[in-house]
Structures are given as structure tokens and as C-alpha cells.
């Protein structure tokens, strides 16, 4: 359950993060690769991919993890706009453990957060990491993908503790997942590291909000404004955003 506390999110409007872009290139014109946006549900918006590419650059990320493969399109965002020595590590549940029989009314997948995540389960039991698996050969090789519920990640005797300088929470959109996820990602991260959050404020899976509105997070939490994106900024990073 939420603790007692709330925490204070700071809104942000997106250009904030583009004019610290545009800071650091006043001689050219930053760019960012991106596809098409997928017609499936749940995938990020392009401005949400702006706004997780330009928080990688600014904090110079090189080691990324991810929670929540999905068809791959978030991870094919960061393995694409990362140097050729970074790497994305991501992880989803192992697809002989997802139910593919059961179905969901259509109208609830757009409505109701537990039909919306047991139809995201079905997707990708049926075609998970599809954008990976069409991605050059390059690309893919800057990728691990894991099978593994993530409530069941052991950072240390998995030797994932404190190697990840950006993190992306977007897997199980229930609160005890993401309560779980978030406490594994601070053993993941890096003392300066980036972890951001999918789904804060969205209208089907309230309990991200819920959790992070509760949340006595370790730095300030920031929401950018028309996306559902939230991260913090730790170490050296946490002075990186102007007042």
C-alpha cells in the first residue's frame, strides 16, 4: 500500500530538456532516430521518445536496462540514439509463463489496467521483441534480452548491481510490481544514473501514479508535461535541471 507520505513531483514542459540539448550543440541541429510509432497499444509516444532520448544524452547514458521488452520498440530507441558502446539490457516474462488462452473484452483493454496488462502479456507471448528481431545486425548486438519476471531479479547474484546509468520502469503496471521494480532498479543503478517511470497519469494504470504520488524517493521526482513519463536524477545528475 501507498505510505502515508506524498511525494512533490515536479511538472516540466518538454522544451526544458530540448534547450539543455540545444545547449550542449549551438553548432548543429540535434537529431534522434525514430520509427514510425507502432498502431499496437502501449507503445511510447514521439515526443515520449524525445524525451527518453534527450535524457540519455544529457547525462552521457552508456548502460541502460529495461523493464518491460514488449515488442522492443523503447528498447530499438535506445540501442539505436546511444554511442556504439553502449548497451540496453532488457527483460520481460519469460513467455511459457503467460497465460494465451484467456481473452479480454476489447473494450476493457482500453479501459481497465489489468485487461490492458494481460493483453499487453498476450502480444508479446505471440510476437515479443518484434522490433528487435527486424533491427540490423549492429543494433541487436548492443541488446540483451531476458526471460524473467522481474519481481524475481536478484541484482546482486545476477551481478546486475550497480551497473545501469538509465533505467525505463515499464513492465507490470500494478502497484506491488511497480513498488518491486523501482526498489530493484535503485540496486541496478549507478550512483549517477537516470530512472524514469511509464504510465504516470495515465488514465487506465492509476497505480503508477498512486505509487509514485506515495513515493519517498531517494531525488526529486519530475513529470513532463503531455507525456506519461516520470524520472528522478541521482548523483551528479540531480543539478542538472534549472530551478
Not at 142 to 150: H, I, N, P, S
Not at 211 to 231: C, E, K, R, S, W
Amino acid at each position: 500500500m501507498p505510505t502515508a507520505s506524498r511525494s512533490t513531483v515536479r511538472d516540466i514542459r518538454p522544451k526544458v530538456l530540448f534547450q539543455l540539448i540545444e545547449a550542449m550543440h549551438p553548432e548543429s541541429n540535434p537529431t534522434f532516430s525514430v520509427n514510425i510509432p507502432s498502431s499496437a497499444i502501449g507503445g511510447a509516444t514521439l515526443l515520449e521518445s524525445a524525451v527518453l532520448v534527450s535524457l540519455a544524452r544529457l547525462t552521457g547514458a552508456q548502460s541502460f536496462f529495461e523493464f518491460g521488452t514488449y515488442m522492443g520498440a523503447t528498447t530499438l530507441l535506445l540501442a539505436t540514439n546511444s554511442p556504439d558502446s553502449a548497451h540496453v539490457t532488457t527483460v520481460d516474462l519469460p513467455p511459457e509463463a503467460i497465460d494465451t488462452a484467456a481473452a479480454d473484452d476489447a473494450a476493457l483493454v482500453l479501459q481497465d489496467d489489468t485487461a490492458n496488462d494481460n493483453f499487453l502479456r498476450r502480444e508479446f507471448a505471440a510476437k515479443g521483441g518484434a522490433c528487435i528481431d527486424r533491427a540490423p545486425a549492429a543494433i541487436q548486438a548492443k541488446v540483451t534480452r531476458l526471460l524473467q519476471d522481474t519481481r524475481t531479479i536478484d541484482p546482486v547474484a545476477q551481478g546486475l548491481a550497480g551497473r545501469f546509468d538509465f533505467i525505463f520502469i515499464d513492465g507490470g503496471h500494478d502497484y506491488d510490481t511497480i513498488a518491486s521494480d523501482t526498489a530493484v532498479a535503485l540496486q541496478l543503478a549507478r550512483p549517477d544514473a537516470v530512472i524514469a517511470w511509464h504510465d504516470y497519469r495515465s488514465a487506465i494504470h492509476q497505480d503508477v501514479t498512486r505509487f509514485l504520488d506515495g513515493y519517498d524517493a531517494p531525488a526529486q521526482l519530475v513529470h513532463v508535461q503531455n507525456t506519461m513519463i516520470a524520472f528522478m536524477l541521482t548523483g551528479r545528475f540531480a543539478n542538472l535541471l534549472p530551478d
